[in-house]
Every structure is written in structure tokens, then in C-alpha cells.
């Protein structure tokens, strides 16, 4: 069993190393003693017995080393002791240890937080088995998935394609088990949404496709397992309990697995309804209604052996049977495919694209720092070089050498990448448990897992051989003879290396990302500031959906006109108006189709213009400050039995009449054939967000076109702690049951923003990191050159420098680099800045303030660097330093 | 002391060793002499290359070592043949035999 053997021995020589050398010293000593008796038994004189007896063993030391040499696992044995020296060495200069540490814990730890950012949202977005068969369909021609339910049952029934096809809606419903009711996020699911997932209970049991038996027939739910840990505090008697859903009772039936979150990666729903039972969470049956997108997102598991390109010609000869079948509803129907998780390409694309240019930025930081770290080695390689040369001197091999500096090279990675992960893990966590948004139960589900750990690791190795095989030719250069004799020899080169390469490159890089924070920071401040069409200061939202709390028909109305009575007596309070759903607030307003008077052919492609709706009181434009730029506003007299007026915007005026002049007075008709009137015209606003071109909008009277979603737009300049309650209170009284939401316009309108300040935010980040790097990389070449020359500048002193002609020739390199990389990078990053204006409200570089401060900050910068090694060379005393050589 | 003394060839010390230790267990040295004896003082075997050898073939299991003591009451390490051994030594020494042989044929072809 040789291996055995083998096995054994390497152990052996591991664990018993200090047994084993003694054992080695002694038989090594036994044998020159039996070497000189030898001799001596062959008449030498005693002192000629020891010489001859040497000279034949020939350096009991080396013998030794060569025996350990030969032996198995030395190695490994070698490693360790490398690590020792490594460590032994580092600890004497604690100053670059710490140096290298913190910058490759940053960039590492920068590079693990994004690419655990990436692996959740774009990788792994659902934790769903055979997550990589699973498509979204969205429309080919814009990027939406919204789907008519009739349309969804015509892909179910009719592809060959997918292995089941679900459909699920998210929806807000208020739900009453018996203790304080509250407004909860829902899924409306398909009955095979569970099957077609693979998702099995955790406790009770999931819908399936038998349950479905017509509108309203399947009064289940199933709640997340968050909500049953936190709603119903883990009790399994809540399955089985009977709930009030919008009044309707529900039974609760099951709680789905701890893992599952619905397929949306970013949106936690409290539970799932069956779909057929959308008429009792939304008010208004929509199953029947062919004209109507509103299932949010259709996906399934495409079947085996069927390629994405199959499946999208399938879907699409579907999509043509529909247009041919109903030219009405469905006049343009082609379809896409998209990856689950990020709502098809709308929010995929934009992510994906951050995600990756953030990846790349963070990559580049890496690469920075590793050449950074590569010029601190260099310069420390080259202090040592008496060291090397001595150990070259006494026979070590450039090999050992140089795994010697590789060891303290990869020594230094592993331990900075073990903190910048730590540091990672620390952010990841926090960043999953935070919810952005208090309203929706929006978050960023980036829990790390081994893939994380295994790319940090992956990360921390390779910069470690990067940036240790900087010095490697400076080694292999190394002539021990001449170092040993003359001392470190400074050559002051004159032509541009590859470390100056590398620094230029790197402020140029710094410059980019301090450049587009502060685009990106400007943009949001201009948006903060910016026009919106309304004015958000001192403005207050109350919202409520009036469906959920039992009303109906003409008490909407009734109801919302009460509110807006008893809002108006709260003392401090100007003005009340309310619309069905606040612009950059709500995200629930979807577009109408608008045609011309003479239009006679209703279908889609005939509109004239796909406009936002909303639904208003009389009083919301003056409540909200929307200016009216012509005609009058919404009256109450515009009621039921009155003829169908709107206001209308600029754009809409534009697209629709020409000209705002133009339009009023004018008809104009909708999808369903009615006849409208512009009776106003008022200014263009924000809708959707803060970075679309302006959109044409209408606003009808809340009394022709009801609503029971409810906006109080309330304008006050009172305290608002003083305000909310006042106004929680007022309303209540008129039905203590109304679910209520009441915040500042401002603070909802995050949503809008958060894009820009997330934007803002990791680029001030990154930025903040590149000055870091920056600061090292100038540091080290400044304190490098001023040491390598300072005899040069000693003498130049002596024979009367001055001051300034001094520090020229110190640093006059630093500075060098510092300007070209510096206009470089704002050159870029004024290039860079069109990426961002997509995300940030007019993001603009050409803007005095932030090219300003982008010279002041990278000049800044140089000071700070260059601080110390000027300082130095300015204290030089020719004197002592003549002296001294 | 041999005048003629040559290095020995590569690849040949294990079984050189291994055939010297054939005799019974003994020391470093004496597996040392015993190879300038058995090859007639034509090859010497310096520590330098001797011990690395002995060490590494107890780690292939084919000699064995223990302490033991010297004709002059020395404490000596002595090595000793094992099966192992003297199985990798036939080996050993077919292969020697075919390549002597081939050797031989191809400097005595003309």
C-alpha cells in the first residue's frame, strides 16, 4: 500500500517536524563523528581526522536542508513558513500594511456589495426551481406586460409552448381578521399560478385550477409567510379562520414557503386571492372585458426543447388570431419574451444596465487599487533590495524569492478582502431589511449568499497576484553582487512608465466618478426644485379607496364630496381638492386612447394620443397650484345630467388640436365612443416621473367619470404633527371603518425620486472611493520620488535652490499626472453624464457649479497627497544628508 | 582513497542502495562504503546526495529506519531493507539489465 505509506510519512513530517529535524541533526552528527573515527583508525592526526572528515560531508547545514528538501509535504511546510516571514515582515511596517489593507478591503468589499446587488436582482431574482425555463410575455411593441384577462385565457389555452401559463396582478385590499383592519398588498393569482410555479404550501394548502368556477367563486387566500409570522404571529389555527376582505369574507387556506415572494423580485404581497375573485378586491369586474389591459404580468416555464424564438413566433401567430378577432380590442398584438423577476424589460433594462455600468465602475476600482498596491509593492521591493540581494547571495533561488513576495502579496488580499467582505455583509443585510418606501412593500431582497463569498474570495486572490506581480522583473533584475556592495542604487528615469500609465489612468477614473456625483446630485436637487405642474410644498395627501371600505355606486360620490366638506373647517387649512390619483405619487392611472371628433373608426391605432386620465373635484387645481392657463375649471354643476367636459393639458392640446388655442371648446372622443368637451386648459406637469418627455394628460370631473380611489390633496401651512391627526380625526368621524393613509406630498413623492437619490448615492460612493485610491497612488509616487532623489535635491539646496524650485522638481511628476488624468476624466465623465440623464432629472455636466467643483475637488485632492512628500522635501538639511552618504 | 572515482549516475543510486542494504541493515556510512566496495571504488556516494536518498526511500516504504548502536558503541540511524524494497529492487535491477544491454549493443554496432 504505498499510498498509505505515503500518507503516513507526509503527516508525519507535518505534525512531527521538531521530532523529525532533531532525528536528522543527530544521524547527520553521528555520522561525521564515525567519519573521523574513521579517519583516526587510518593514522591521521586528530585535527587533520575533523578537516578531511568535513570536507567529505561537505556542510552539515546544507545536508540537512537538502534532506528536509526531499522530503514529502515540504512544500507545503514551506508555505507556512513563508506566511510567518510574510507576517513578521508586515508587522514591522504596520503603516503599509494598513495601507494596503484598507484600499483592498474597499475595493473588494465595493465589488462584493454590487455584485451581491447583481446576483439578487438580475441572477437569481426568484427562488423558484428551474428559475432558467421561466418567461414573462411582453408586448412587443412598448415595454409593458399588462395583458386583458380574456387575452390571458386565448395564451393560456392556445400556445404550444409553455409548460402552463399563470397570471397574477398586485392590488391593495383592506383586510379585516377581527383586530385592527388594514390596508394589505395582495397577488390576484391565475389557479394554476402555484402549479405552474412549483410552489408547495408551507402550511394548508395552495389554489389549483379546480378551484376556479366563474366570477367569485373562490373566496381563499393563501398568506406570505411573512405575514402569517407577523400578522397572525405564527398560529396554525389561522388556517382554516374566515377573514373580511373589502367586506367580503375570504377563507384563509394556506401559507406559502418562508423562500416564496411572489414573482416580482422587489414586491413582497401580505397574500394571494384567486383571480376570478378580482370583482371583490378592485370593485369592478374586469374578467369579461377584452378592451381592459390590467393582469400584470403573464409567465410560465417554456417546455422542453422549445426555444425562446418558437415560442415567440407561437405567441405571436396567437396575438395575429386576435387582431383578426377583435379589431376593436386587439389591433396590434406581438409579443416578446422576458426574464421573470424585474417586470419583463420596463424595469429589467434600466436595472440591468445600472447594475452592469456599476459592476464595471466597481471592477475598475479594483483594477485601480490593484495597480496602486502593485507601485506601494514595487517601492517596498525596491527598499528591500538589500534583503533579496542577500538572500540571492546565500543561494536561495529567484523562484523562493519570489513566492516569498507573493506569499506577502496574497497574505495581504485574503486578509483586505476578508474585511471588505465582513464590511459587505454588513451593508447587504442592511440594505435587504430596508423598505424605501413606508406605503409599498417595496425592498431589495440582496441577502449574500456563496456566491458572494466565492466571487470576494475569487476577487481578493487575483488582485493579490496582480498587484504582486508588479515588482516581479525588478527582482529578476536584481544583481546581488552590485547591491551588496554599492548600497540601492536610484536611477531617476526620465520616460513615462507604466506606473505612470496607471496613475494617469486612475485620477482619470476618479475624476469620472467624482464628475457624475456631482451631475447626478445637481440633477436631484434641480428636481427637487424642479416643476411638476403641481406644488408639493405644504401639501398633504390623505388617500383611501373608498371600494375597500364598502362603498358603492353614488355614495362614492356622496362620500367624497363629505370629505372634502369637513377638510375644508379644519382650522390652518387653504384650500381641498381631490382626484383619483395624485401625479408622481400613485402609480395606478393608466393611459386613455383619445381621438379626434371626426374619427369614426375607434380602433387603437386610429387614437390620436394616449393620455393620463385622472378624475377631479372642483378646487383640486387651485388646492394643488396647477395653473390654469385658459377657460375655467371643474364645477359641481359638471354632474351626471350635465354634457362631458375636460381639462386638458398643453401637450394633449398640442397633440391632439395643434395648438391650446385651438382646442378650446373643441370635442374630442374616447375609446367608447363619448363625446367630450375642453372647457380648460392648464400647464404641462410630471406624471409618471421626473424624466419623461412631456405627456398629454386630461382631467374629467370626478362626478361624470367616478372613482372610489380617493386623493385629498390638502394645502396648509400648519405644523404637520398638529395637521395629520387633525385630519385623521375629521375624516374618521364620518366613518370610523375608512382606511386611511395621510403623509406629506413631499415624502411621497419618494418613490419618483428614489431612482435619482440611489443613483446619487452609489456614485457619491464610488466617487468618494476613487479620491481615496487617487490620494494613495499620488501619495506613494510623490513620497517615492522624493526619496529616490533626495541626495539630487539635497545637493540642488546646497548650491541655492529656492523653495519653489525645489518642490517643482519633486513633484513637478505627481502634478503632471495629476492635471492631464484629471482633464481627462472630466472630458469622460462629461460623456458619461448622457448615460445619467436617463435616471437623474435633467442630469446636465454643462453646469459652471459642477465643473467648478469637479477642479476644486481634484485639487483638493492633489493637496492632500502631495502634503506630506512636499513637506519632506522641503525639510531637507543638505547638511545632514551629505553627511550621511 | 580511489583515484578514479566518478559520480554516480543518475538514477542509480536507489538501487545501488537498495542492493547494498541486500547484506543486512547498517548506517549512513556504511551503505556509503559498501557501494565503493561493491563497485570496485569507481563510484562514491557523497552525504549530500546519500541522505536526501535515504530519506526519501523510507518515505516510499522501501527501506525502514531505526536507531540502533555503532561497532564503537556509537548511536547510529540504521537502515534496513523491507519487502517493498526488495521487490522495487528486482525492478530495478531488470531495468538496468535492458538498458546495459541496449547500451552495450548499440556501442559495440559498427
Not at chain 1, 561525521?32 to 586528530?46: D, K, Q, T, V
Not at chain 1, 411573512?226 to 401559507?255: M, P, Y
Request: charged share 20%; hydrophobic share 45%.
Amino acid at each position: 500500500m504505498p499510498l498509505l505509506v505515503k500518507t503516513r510519512s507526509f503527516l508525519r513530517n507535518l505534525l512531527f517536524f521538531g521530532r523529525r529535524d532533531s532525528d536528522l541533526d543527530q544521524e547527520i552528527r553521528s555520522h561525521l563523528e564515525m567519519l573521523i573515527e574513521e579517519n583516526l583508525r587510518a593514522g591521521m592526526p586528530p585535527k587533520e581526522a575533523q578537516r578531511a572528515a568535513r570536507i567529505e560531508l561537505g556542510g552539515s547545514e546544507q545536508v540537512k536542508e537538502q534532506v528536509r528538501e526531499a522530503r514529502l509535504g515540504n512544500w507545503l511546510r514551506s508555505v507556512v513558513s513563508d506566511c510567518h516571514f510574510g507576517i513578521r515582515q508586515l508587522r514591522k511596517n504596520p503603516g503599509f500594511a494598513a495601507v494596503a489593507i484598507v484600499t483592498l478591503a474597499m475595493a473588494v468589499g465595493a465589488n462584493a456589495v454590487v455584485f451581491g446587488v447583481l446576483n439578487a436582482l438580475i441572477l437569481h431574482p426568484l427562488h423558484l426551481p428551474d428559475a432558467e425555463t421561466l418567461y414573462e410575455i411582453q408586448h412587443g411593441n412598448e415595454d409593458s406586460l399588462y395583458q386583458s384577462y380574456p387575452d390571458y385565457l386565448d395564451l393560456r389555452d392556445r400556445n404550444h409552448s409553455f409548460d402552463g401559463l399563470a397570471a397574477c396582478n398586485g392590488a391593495e385590499a383592506n383586510l379585516d381578521s377581527g383586530e385592527n383592519p388594514y390596508r394589505a398588498w395582495l397577488y390576484e393569482v391565475s389557479g394554476n399560478y402555484f402549479d405552474v410555479l412549483g410552489v408547495q404550501p408551507y402550511l394548508g394548502r395552495v389554489f389549483h385550477t379546480s378551484d376556479e368556477h366563474g366570477a367569485n367563486s373562490a373566496p381563499y387566500i393563501v398568506l406570505s409567510y411573512a405575514s402569517w409570522h407577523t400578522r397572525f404571529q405564527d398560529d396554525r389555527g389561522a388556517v382554516g379562520r374566515t377573514v373580511q376582505l373589502n367586506k367580503h369574507a375570504f377563507t384563509i387556506v394556506g401559507v406559502a414557503p418562508p423562500e416564496f415572494h411572489g414573482t416580482l423580485a422587489f414586491f413582497n404581497p401580505d397574500f394571494f386571492v384567486p383571480i376570478v375573485n378580482q370583482e371583490q378586491v378592485d370593485g369592478e369586474n374586469l374578467l369579461d372585458t377584452r378592451g381592459k389591459r390590467w393582469v400584470f404580468v403573464t409567465l410560465g416555464h417554456l417546455r422542453a426543447g422549445v426555444t425562446q424564438a418558437q415560442a415567440t413566433s407561437d405567441l405571436n401567430s396567437i396575438g395575429s388570431y386576435l387582431e383578426k378577432t377583435y379589431p376593436k380590442d386587439d389591433d396590434q398584438r406581438s409579443f416578446t419574451l422576458a426574464r421573470p423577476g424585474l417586470y419583463g424589460d420596463y424595469l429589467g433594462k434600466p436595472v440591468r444596465a445600472f447594475m452592469t455600468a456599476l459592476m464595471l465602475l466597481a471592477g475598475l476600482i479594483l483594477l485601480a487599487a490593484c495597480a496602486n498596491l502593485g507601485s506601494l509593492f514595487a517601492a517596498r521591493a525596491a527598499d528591500r533590495s538589500r534583503e533579496v540581494a542577500l538572500r540571492l547571495a546565500l543561494g536561495a533561488t529567484r523562484a523562493r524569492v519570489m513566492r516569498q513576495l507573493f506569499t506577502e502579496a496574497v497574505l495581504l488580499s485574503l486578509m483586505g478582502g476578508a474585511v471588505g467582505l465582513l464590511g459587505s455583509l454588513v451593508l447587504l443585510r442592511g440594505l435587504s431589511v430596508w423598505q424605501p418606501f413606508s406605503k409599498f412593500p417595496i425592498h431589495l431582497p440582496v441577502n449574500p449568499d456563496t456566491n458572494v463569498y466565492a466571487v470576494a474570495l475569487l476577487l481578493a486572490l487575483t488582485s493579490g497576484f496582480l498587484f504582486g506581480a508588479v515588482p516581479v522583473r525588478q527582482v529578476l533584475r536584481t544583481d546581488p553582487y552590485e547591491i551588496v556592495k554599492s548600497g540601492t542604487v536610484g536611477k531617476v528615469g526620465r520616460k513615462i512608465t507604466v506606473r505612470d500609465v496607471l496613475l494617469g489612468m486612475q485620477i482619470a477614473l476618479c475624476a469620472v466618478l467624482v464628475t457624475s456625483s456631482m451631475v447626478a446630485v445637481r440633477g436631484l436637487e434641480r428636481s427637487l426644485r424642479g416643476n411638476f405642474g403641481f406644488e408639493p410644498l405644504n401639501l398633504t395627501l390623505a388617500d383611501t379607496d373608498l371600494h375597500m371600505a364598502g362603498y358603492n355606486g353614488d355614495d362614492v360620490a356622496e362620500m367624497q364630496r363629505r370629505m372634502i366638506d369637513v377638510t375644508e373647517t379644519i382650522p390652518g387649512v387653504t384650500s381641498v381638492g381631490l382626484i383619483s390619483a395624485m401625479p408622481l405619487v400613485s402609480r395606478g392611472y393608466t393611459g386613455s386612447l383619445i381621438f379626434t371628433d371626426e374619427t369614426p373608426d375607434l380602433r387603437p391605432s386610429n387614437a390620436a394620443a394616449d393620455a393620463f386620465l385622472f378624475s377631479v373635484s372642483p378646487g383640486y387645481f387651485q388646492a394643488v397650484g396647477t395653473a390654469l392657463l385658459m377657460g375655467r375649471t371643474i364645477t359641481w354643476h359638471d354632474d351626471k345630467n350635465a354634457p362631458r367636459v375636460a381639462m386638458i393639458n398643453q401637450e394633449f392640446a398640442r397633440k391632439t388640436f395643434g395648438s391650446p388655442t385651438k382646442a378650446m371648446g373643441r370635442y374630442f372622443k374616447q375609446r367608447d365612443g363619448t363625446r367630450i368637451q375642453v372647457v380648460g386648459i392648464v400647464e404641462d406637469g410630471k406624471y409618471n416621473n421626473l424624466t419623461e418627455d412631456p405627456q398629454p394628460a386630461m382631467f374629467v370631473s370626478i362626478l361624470q367619470t367616478p372613482s372610489s380611489q380617493t386623493y385629498l390633496a390638502i394645502r396648509s401651512e400648519r405644523d404637520l404633527a398638529q395637521l395629520v391627526p387633525a385630519i385623521r380625526s375629521t375624516v374618521q368621524q364620518l366613518d370610523p371603518g375608512l382606511p386611511l393613509y395621510i403623509e406629506p406630498c413631499r415624502k411621497q413623492m419618494n418613490t419618483v425620486l428614489f431612482p435619482s437619490r440611489m443613483a446619487a448615492m452609489s456614485l457619491g460612493v464610488l466617487g468618494g472611493m476613487g479620491a481615496m485610491l487617487s490620494i494613495t497612488g499620488i501619495f506613494g509616487i510623490a513620497a517615492y520620488s522624493v526619496t529616490k532623489r533626495l541626495r539630487e535635491l539635497g545637493i540642488r539646496m546646497a548650491l541655492g535652490a529656492q523653495r519653489k524650485e525645489v518642490l517643482v522638481a519633486a513633484l513637478g511628476r505627481a502634478i503632471k499626472l495629476l492635471a492631464f488624468g484629471s482633464a481627462t476624466g472630466l472630458l469622460l465623465g462629461i460623456l458619461a453624464s448622457r448615460v445619467l440623464s436617463s435616471i437623474v432629472y435633467q442630469a446636465t455636466p454643462r453646469d459652471p457649479l459642477v465643473l467648478a467643483g469637479v477642479v476644486l475637488a481634484m485639487a483638493l485632492l492633489g493637496m492632500l497627497a502631495t502634503w506630506i512628500p512636499a513637506r519632506r522635501a522641503l525639510s531637507i538639511d543638505p547638511a545632514i544628508l551629505l553627511r550621511e552618504e | 582513497m580511489k583515484t578514479e572515482q566518478t559520480a554516480i549516475l543518475q538514477g542509480t543510486l536507489d538501487m545501488l542502495i537498495l542492493r547494498s542494504l541486500l547484506a543486512g541493515e547498517m548506517h549512513g556510512l556504511g551503505v556509503s562504503r559498501r557501494i565503493e566496495q561493491l563497485t570496485g571504488g569507481t563510484f562514491s556516494v557523497k552525504p549530500g546526495s546519500l541522505f536526501p536518498a535515504l530519506h526519501r526511500m523510507e518515505e516510499e516504504g522501501w527501506i525502514s529506519a531505526f536507531w540502533g548502536d555503532s561497532e564503537n558503541n556509537r548511536r547510529a540511524k540504521y537502515y534496513r531493507l523491507t519487502k517493498a524494497g526488495r521487490k522495487q529492487l528486482e525492478v530495478e535491477t531488470q531495468k538496468w539489465g535492458r538498458i546495459s544491454w541496449a547500451i552495450a549493443r548499440a556501442l559495440e554496432a559498427s
